[in-house]
């Protein structure tokens, strides 16, 4: 029974190695092993300086001929290609975590994390834009920045050929830019002069002269302020007359204030 015992292992061990020396040469031989990768890359191994205990955590694993072919086209040392590679971040965590749906905007909420929100065609094409007036046209408004960042107040006095004065309150605060006025009749004698006060300072450039020759209902007049003509929100604006012409005429004025 030994001998037979013997007889047969000794023939596995032939068909073994005629399998191995019947190869024509070496890429006959990968190809009886069924091995893909070339010398160079299975020679990616070479040099490797692990411990008995480091290679023995692969005791008992039976890779197949598949796995062992992973490595076919590795063209240098594994180790050198995970160098190459982006290290773990937590933005770039955070960011490739994000759904990434259409018509969506990345913006952070806090340290490394980010967050998405909707952003429409009519959102990037304001965005787009490459400034304030372009972006203007894009909303379809005529008017420009600095048009859109004034408002007016209108106050009313009842005759200005009779010293007096009357106050307006400026809802918000800012400068005013300009002072208009408008009669409803006809001064005569001598002009009117206006100016305006803000806390009982005069408003630099403020004076308007309604003047009496050619005077009629309709007549605008107006004054460019310069100077101490800042207001806080809730303040209040005087316009004062001197009284200097005759005949009792209503005026209205209307005080441009820009934010």
Avoid at 40 to 57: R, Y
Avoid at 65 to 73: K, P, Q, S, T, W
Avoid at 105 to 111: E, F, I, K, N, R
Avoid at 181 to 204: F, H
Wanted: aromatic content about 4%.
């Amino acid at each position: 029974m030994k001998k037979i015992l013997i007889a047969i292992s000794t023939l596995v061990v032939l068909a073994c190695a005629t399998t191995w020396l019947f190869a024509t040469d070496a890429s006959d031989l990968k190809f009886r092993f069924g091995i893909t990768a070339t010398p160079a890359e299975l020679n990616i191994m070479d040099g490797v300086t692990s411990t008995a205990a480091e290679l023995n955590v692969l005791d008992g694993i039976m890779p197949t001929v598949a796995e062992l072919n992973y490595i076919d086209g590795v063209t240098s040392a594994i180790q050198t290609q995970l160098n190459a590679k982006q290290t773990l971040d937590a933005t770039l965590t955070s960011v490739a975590a994000l759904g990434t749906a259409a018509d969506k905007l990345a913006y952070t909420t806090g340290v490394d994390t980010w967050a998405e929100a909707a952003l429409t065609a009519a959102g990037r094409a304001v965005l787009d834009d490459a400034n304030a007036a372009a972006q203007l046209v894009t909303l379809g408004l005529t008017a420009n920045a600095a048009e859109l960042n004034q408002y007016a107040i209108t106050v009313d006095m009842t005759d200005i050929s009779t010293a007096a004065s009357v106050w307006v309150v400026a809802p918000h605060a800012g400068d005013i830019a300009a002072i208009y006025s408008v009669i409803n009749g006809a001064i005569i004698t001598a002009d009117a002069t206006i100016t305006a006060e803000i806390g009982g300072t005069l408003v630099t450039g403020s004076s308007i002269t309604i003047a009496f020759t050619g005077s009629a209902a309709g007549i605008v007049d107006s004054s460019a302020p310069s100077a101490a003509n800042t207001v806080t929100a809730g303040q209040a604006i005087e316009i004062i007359t001197n009284g200097g012409s005759t005949n009792v005429v209503r005026a209205t004025f209307t005080i441009l204030i820009t934010r």
